[in-house]
């Protein structure tokens, strides 16, 4: 029983250090806690999540690469250290500013403890939320309406969502098509689609740098594709030009779609969000199982 004998003099040797914690000690250890804690939920709810799992990658080979020896590649990540570091902040910046902005409009308490349950989660869209979309936008089409109408999926768009105006409705083809109305104060800008309901109009997209893209597409295709190569969300865009309706998603752009196909676009969305909670819940069953 070597292990035993090992474990118990690890205990034995944990009691003299815990002797001269005093209270001062665990109060530190909380409040680096809980800052960690919320920094782990500013991450999450940023493009920071998907940059934070790259960095890990890194890691994981930067570890390899000191395991086997790899002087050559250690030498490299020791001098591009600083300028990854530089470069890191540059591409977090919006992100940071807007951390500090709202840690100084919220309370002390609430920051610490950033829990909402005001809001439920606003799960995926569904099936009922598909038809009002197609509808609005194939009756907006027939009119040449422009629209431009993004749906948001696991990356959070509340970047973008602050630069317009909130709405908080149910998404229904009247709300849609009324948003979109020439004339009308929502009508500029893009509609982003969160869950069920329409968050917020008039918002600023990015605009694709791609040179691939046609010359003859103006501003609000453009805003389409950029939206979709930045994050992972289906966007729908109406030509006030020709009332055509197209689909970007993950940088590409689906042109010329009818009624059908595009809600069989939205339908491949929705299905395939249900089998990633799909395989969550199995893979949330089976670990409890193992425990």
Not at 48 to 72: C, D, H, P, Q, R
Not at 91 to 118: C, M, Y
Not at 202 to 215: A, E
């Amino acid at each position: 029983m070597q292990w035993w004998a090992i474990v118990v003099n690890y205990l034995k040797n944990c009691r003299i250090y815990l002797e001269n914690v005093d209270f001062y000690d665990v109060l530190e250890i909380l409040i680096i806690a809980i800052l960690l804690y919320y920094i782990m939920v500013w991450i999450k709810a940023t493009r920071a999540w998907n940059l934070l799992k790259g960095l890990v990658m890194i890691a994981i080979f930067l570890s390899l690469a000191a395991i086997f020896e790899m002087n050559t590649i250690l030498w490299i990540a020791q001098n591009i250290l600083g300028l990854a570091v530089t470069a890191l902040v540059v591409v977090l910046q919006p992100e940071l500013r807007r951390a500090l902005e709202e840690l100084g409009k919220k309370s002390l308490l609430h920051t610490i403890l950033p829990f909402d349950n005001s809001k439920g989660d606003p799960g995926r869209f569904s099936e009922k939320t598909i038809n009002e979309i197609v509808k609005a936008c194939t009756e907006m089409a027939k009119v040449k309406t422009g629209a431009l109408i993004v749906i948001e999926r696991d990356t959070p768009l509340q970047e973008y969502e602050r630069t317009g105006i909130d709405v908080d409705g149910i998404v229904t083809s009247q709300l849609l098509i009324n948003i979109f109305e020439h004339n009308t104060p929502l009508h500029d800008g893009a509609v982003i689609i969160r869950g069920n309901r329409v968050a917020s109009a008039t918002c600023y997209l990015p605009l694709s740098d791609n040179l691939g893209l046609s010359k003859e597409l103006g501003t609000r295709h453009r805003a389409g594709v950029g939206i979709s190569e930045n994050t992972d969300s289906l966007t729908i865009i109406v030509s006030e030009e020709t009332g055509k309706i197209s689909v970007a998603y993950k940088g590409e752009l689906d042109r010329n779609l009818n009624a059908e196909t595009l809600r069989t676009h939205m339908q491949k969305l929705l299905s395939g969000s249900a089998e990633e909670t799909k395989s969550k819940y199995i893979k949330l069953g089976r670990s409890r199982s193992k425990g």
